[in-house]
């Protein structure tokens, strides 16, 4: 039985980077007959930098109706929010005390987040033991994540196999799923940048909530390469092939198939049909979004998420225990 988990941070509003590499993988796991989902709202993770309490309130209902309103099924998955589930934070604790401070201090991410900051809370260093607490809390087989994730799952991978050497066979040790096209989208304006919630550049970014009008002009704006070909070559041209990722991520076509269409005729047309494909493809979850973000559906789906998701946490978390020499009655 294969047992899929994953989730995204609500620290922002959700960009189409977040869809590509993550949200429309969890849609396409569901369809696997012999598998288990779970997709939930790390909210803990997104406090290890600032969040407004309002904001952060709002935008983790959100973050579980874009799953929805995207095509996660909250019959053939569990949907909640990480911080209903008490087991995440007392087994991050437990493997905060496995995970070492040079591992830890070796993850890019913890580096690209704090650099130049001069107030780094903690918890933004230990985010990846609580990363690794999250997966392994459900056993989880295989994890859908973005390129820049991966470090993450390794990690993850390295502190289960520690602990089951140490203490005996606790946890399940899991492998990312990472797609090839889609995995790491850039920013508009700077393909050398990942496409990020908290780039204070709202033209880097198309939002899932973006108005038709809105995306076509980002679109038209996002920086190209100088020579006018619609080309895929990543080290020669990366802004035009990010467009191009998107651009097959959105109209389900192949890039070979994008290219040739557009072949000989400059970048005009190419981004005015890429803007079509995103727009045709986002309305229909806008308008899903827009019916269940604040309603009793919502409230309910989450509830009965996090008690399934509980009834397993809990389970792994008295063996980890157990295995440590806790007292468990
Ligand atoms: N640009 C991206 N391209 C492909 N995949 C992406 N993901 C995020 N951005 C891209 C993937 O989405 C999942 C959820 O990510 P997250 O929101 O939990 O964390 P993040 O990667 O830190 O996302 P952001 O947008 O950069 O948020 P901030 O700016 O708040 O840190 C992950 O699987 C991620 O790989």
């Known amino acids: 039985m294969k047992r899929f988990l994953s989730g995204i941070k609500p620290s922002g509003e959700l960009n189409i980077g977040g869809y590509a590499g993550a949200l429309r993988q969890y849609v396409a796991m569901q369809q696997e007959s012999d598998a288990e989902n779970f997709y939930f709202v790390p909210d803990l993770h997104a406090v290890t930098v600032p969040q407004d309490p309002k904001e952060l309130h709002q935008r983790s209902k959100e973050i579980a109706a874009y799953y929805i309103a995207a095509g996660v099924d909250p019959k053939k998955s569990a949907i909640f929010l990480q911080s209903q589930v008490s087991a995440h934070a007392e087994l991050g604790w437990l493997m905060e005390t496995q995970a070492y401070f040079g591992e830890l201090s070796r993850m890019t991410q913890f580096k690209d987040k704090s650099e130049g900051k001069d107030a780094v809370s903690s918890a933004l260093f230990t985010y990846p033991a609580l990363m690794a607490a999250d997966i392994l809390l459900y056993q989880a087989t295989h ?19 520690r602990f089951n050497n140490k203490f005996g066979d606790v946890f399940t040790v899991p492998e990312p799923i990472i797609q090839e096209v889609g995995c790491r989208i850039m920013s508009l304006d700077d393909p050398g940048k990942k496409m ?49 990722e998107i651009y097959s991520v959105f109209s389900g076509e192949e890039i070979p198939v994008i290219e040739k269409r557009y072949e000989g ?44 998701a509980a009834a397993i946490a809990d389970e792994t978390l008295r063996k980890a225990k157990q295995a440590m020499g806790f007292v468990v009655f």
């Open 265 to 308: 005729q400059g970048y005009g047309a190419f981004k005015k049909e890429l803007a079509e494909a995103v727009i045709a493809k986002l309305t229909p979850i806008q308008e899903r979004f827009r019916e269940i973000v604040d309603s009793e559906e919502l409230v309910s789906i989450l509830k009965d998420g996090a008690e399934r």
């Open 143 to 161: 994890v859908p994540v973005g390129e820049d994730q991966k470090q993450h799952v390794e990690l993850t991978r390295d502190l289960a196999n």
């Open 196 to 244: 990020s919630k908290s780039n204070p550049n709202k033209s880097s970014y198309v939002l899932m909530l973006d108005e038709p009008d809105t995306i076509r002009k980002k679109l038209a704006r996002a920086v190209t390469d100088s020579d006018m070909q619609v080309r895929y070559d990543w080290e020669a041209k990366p802004a035009v092939s990010n467009l191009l």
